[in-house]
């Protein structure tokens, strides 16, 4: 059972209300209303296509919206991405972990975590190193600094992606269904390094299909169907008593695997 996080009194990190996503005529999102708090771990489930990713991706400016209101840290996104001081900001304080894991092959692991805060935070060479370094300590791969990604297994190159998102000190994190493109032995790494991020407080909105894992670690699951947030709730609601009949018929065939 996680602890309770009290949120009472404090200024949500993501504010969501009545989000609507199109493309062209595909109506993705559905007058999505929702708020995390700093320091909530929430996890996004539901059927492929359902609109979780372009949920996520709404929320760092990778994919605009049509209606609604959307901020991110105090904030505010507009609708159709128009480009902002607020976008720019936004892409600074939120990390992201993709399917695939992005990293440049040209350049050594600890380069690939240096890169981003030499370049957007202005840090010195010897800072950057210092932090890259700690922090692949960090996700237990500091003796992989050297190499290339190529040179690594796929959780091992999705660790990095991970010490480099962290790499930018971000104030929320969000993850992609980070493990759908890993061999299953090496799903339980990229998960550890995840566990222990919610244990130390991070903000996280993680789109999984492990659901033993968003068991363990979420404060609040939502499941969305067809880009509506159908149910939402504490993991143990969600999962052992859900309401919604969708969610209930997702949940008895995932399950069963």
């Known amino acids: 059972m996680k602890d309770d996080k009290s949120t009472s009194g404090v200024d949500p990190i993501v504010r969501m ?68 001081a607020a976008l720019q900001k936004i892409r600074t304080e939120v990390g992201m972990v993709f399917q695939q894991f992005n990293l440049f092959p040209h350049l050594s692991v600890l380069d690939n975590v240096t890169l981003a805060p ?11 190193t210092e932090t890259a370094e700690r ?55 990229v998960l550890d390094a995840m566990r222990e991020l919610a244990r130390e407080g991070m903000t996280m909105i993680i789109v999984t299909h492990e659901m033993g894992f968003a068991r363990e670690v979420a404060d609040r699951v939502i499941f969305i169907h067809k880009g509506e947030i159908t149910e939402e709730g504490p993991p143990e609601k969600v999962f052992d008593s859900p309401q919604n009949e969708r969610t209930q018929s997702f949940l008895s065939r995932v399950l069963k695997h």
Not at 61 to 66: R, T
């Open 17 to 84: 209300d009545k989000v609507n996503k199109h493309f062209g005529s595909l109506h993705v999102l559905k007058d999505i209303e929702m708020t995390v708090s700093p320091g909530e771990v929430v996890v996004i489930i539901g059927a492929s296509g359902s609109g979780k990713s372009t949920l996520i991706r709404c929320i760092n400016g990778l994919e605009e919206f049509q209606q609604g209101y959307l901020e991110v840290d105090g904030s505010q996104l507009v609708p159709h991405g128009k480009a902002s």
């Open 118 to 128: 030499m370049k957007v935070r202005g840090w010195s060479r010897d800072d950057a």
């Open 135 to 189: 922090l692949l300590e960090r996700v237990g791969i500091s003796d992989q600094a050297a190499k290339h990604p190529g040179q690594l297994s796929g959780g091992q190159q999705q660790r990095v992606a991970l010490a480099r998102a962290l790499a930018m000190e971000p104030r929320l994190m969000l993850f992609d269904e980070p493990t759908s493109a890993l061999d299953p032995e090496m799903i339980g790494e």
